[in-house]
């Protein structure tokens, strides 16, 4: 599903949603570079001396706001909140896999709802199964590189703290917002994303963030490597044959012939995937 190909990058696109645009992808090879010159670009200023005095403070109440684990959770389940609904509607509408696995034009046939559901349980029954393992597996990666992000976060927001509030107000702030000063925290706290020691961090952990995207492609790989692929026609009963003919209302030869052009195109997708990554 063309879909697929977006989930990794919409993910981690999402995750750097607030953050600006700073600069054309790297080349290979040039990443270190590249990443050298975002975190100098969203340098921050040093903290002066008052600010450093209130920083064992600002660092103390983070832990309060955000304790280890915080980012690994709330993105484990935004990601089941968002990817929960995406995934039903791409089972909802198997017409697009039928096609494809067919090797017809989707214009050529006028398929039910309900045929398209029982011609792709014959063609891939396979697939929800593949699609879950793929989510299980995007889901542990992101997890994990939020976790590996955490701690330069939590750093760039105790800076912000105590640049942004005096010390009376990281009291108030830690005791839950019990003051009027914690109301001053509320009203800025939203603004607080934007704060340049938190766009320093930000962009400071994204070579931990790319490192464990890189290798995700082979993580999705390995998690479907035993898993059923599409059925050639040679898998078929003759049964199977038979109920895809009156699904679909193609003649056996153009089932048989399809089914060969999809498969050889599926062959030709993994063998120009290999040669990429080598």
């Given at each position: 599903?063309?879909?697929?190909?977006?989930?990794?990058?919409?993910?981690?696109?999402?995750?750097?949603?607030?953050?600006?645009?700073?600069?054309?992808?790297?080349?290979?090879?040039?990443?270190?570079?590249?990443?050298?010159?975002?975190?100098?670009?969203?340098?921050?200023?040093?903290?002066?001396?008052?600010?450093?005095?209130?920083?064992?403070?600002?660092?103390?109440?983070?832990?309060?706001i955000m304790p280890s684990?915080?980012?690994?959770?709330?993105?484990?389940?935004?990601?089941?909140?968002?990817?929960?609904?995406?995934?039903?509607?791409?089972?909802?509408?198997?017409?697009?896999?039928?096609?494809?696995?067919?090797?017809?034009?989707?214009?050529?046939?006028?398929?039910?709802?309900?045929?398209?559901?029982?011609?792709?349980?014959?063609?891939?029954?396979?697939?929800?199964?593949?699609?879950?393992?793929?989510?299980?597996?995007?889901?542990?990666?992101?997890?994990?590189?939020?976790?590996?992000?955490?701690?330069?976060?939590?750093?760039?927001?105790?800076?912000?703290?105590?640049?942004?509030?005096?010390?009376?107000?990281?009291?108030?702030?830690?005791?839950?917002?019990?003051?009027?000063?914690?109301?001053?925290?509320?009203?800025?706290?939203?603004?607080?994303?934007?704060?340049?020691?938190?766009?320093?961090?930000?962009?400071?952990?994204?070579?931990?963030?790319m490192a464990e995207l890189?290798?995700?492609?082979?993580?999705?790989?390995?998690?479907?490597?035993?898993?059923?692929?599409?059925?050639?026609?040679?898998?078929?009963?003759?049964?199977?044959?038979?109920?895809?003919?009156?699904?679909?209302?193609?003649?056996?030869?153009?089932?048989?012939?399809?089914?060969?052009?999809?498969?050889?195109?599926?062959?030709?997708?993994?063998?120009?995937?290999?040669?990429?990554?080598?």
């Open positions: 599903m063309k879909w697929q190909k977006w989930l990794a990058g919409g993910a981690a696109l999402g995750l750097l949603c607030a953050q600006p645009a700073a600069a054309a992808a790297p080349k290979k090879g040039d990443d270190a570079a590249a990443m050298a010159a975002l975190t100098d670009m969203f340098k921050a200023e040093p903290l002066t001396a008052e600010q450093r005095a209130r920083l064992p403070a600002a660092k103390a109440l983070m832990m309060q684990g915080t980012m690994a959770e709330m993105y484990h389940s935004l990601f089941k909140r968002i990817m929960d609904p995406i995934m039903k509607m791409a089972e909802s509408n198997p017409a697009t896999d039928v096609t494809k696995n067919l090797g017809q034009d989707s214009a050529k046939l006028d398929l039910t709802d309900e045929h398209a559901k029982q011609a792709a349980a014959i063609l891939d029954p396979g697939a929800a199964t593949r699609n879950a393992a793929m989510i299980e597996s995007l889901q542990s990666a992101m997890t994990k590189a939020m976790a590996a992000m955490e701690p330069d976060m939590r750093e760039g927001m105790a800076e912000a703290y105590a640049v942004n509030f005096n010390s009376k107000e990281l009291a108030d702030i830690a005791a839950f917002f019990a003051t009027p000063s914690g109301m001053t925290y509320a009203r800025r706290s939203f603004a607080l994303a934007s704060d340049p020691h938190v766009l320093s961090a930000s962009m400071k952990s994204l070579p931990k963030l890189g290798p995700m492609k082979a993580q999705f790989d390995k998690a479907q490597a035993d898993l059923p692929q599409p059925r050639d026609y040679a898998d078929l009963s003759a049964e199977q044959r038979t109920e895809l003919g009156k699904l679909t209302g193609l003649s056996q030869a153009q089932i048989k012939a399809g089914m060969a052009s999809a498969a050889k195109k599926r062959a030709d997708k993994a063998a120009k995937n290999r040669t990429s990554e080598d």
